[in-house]
């Protein structure tokens, strides 16, 4: 793993590069269960566009691009406060804005297969 100037934590394989600070940009903190991972989305972003960027960080460096969508059945995603879960097909078309998540916290937790 390294880190890039924005201050992620990504995998080699790599996520697009966030988006530069200011106005339509949030920051979202994503819990992963080794570690924490602050990054810059825009406000206009779709959920699902937080579930790529996890299944990003949690593939293995074998794991392809296209392979996300059975990726997302492996972890899910929640916010801590209020208590709530991130469906993929629920909001997968949702703003960030729009489904709150402006500034927040997200716990990223593996499922057991």
């Known amino acids: 793993m390294k880190g890039n100037p924005n201050g992620d934590i ?3 394989s790599c996520a697009p590069p966030a988006p530069a600070a200011g106005a339509g940009v949030t920051r979202i903190q994503f819990r992963f ?4 991972v602050v ?3 825009k ?3 779709h959920v699902r566009d937080l579930f790529r960027f996890a299944a990003t960080v949690l593939a293995r460096p074998h794991t392809a691009v ?4 059975k ?3 492996a972890f899910e995603l929640a916010t801590p406060h209020p208590a709530k879960s991130l469906l993929p097909d629920a909001l997968s078309l ?3 804005e729009a489904a709150g998540l402006l500034n927040s916290v997200i716990i990223v937790r ?3 297969q």
Do not use: G, Q, Y
């Open 71 to 73: 990726a997302w059945d």
């Open 33 to 36: 269960p080794t570690r924490r």
């Open 43 to 45: 406000k206009d972003a």
């Open 10 to 12: 990504i995998t080699a």
């Open 39 to 41: 990054r810059r989305v």
């Open 94 to 96: 949702a703003t960030v």
């Open 110 to 112: 593996e499922l057991e």
């Open 66 to 69: 296209s392979s996300h969508a």
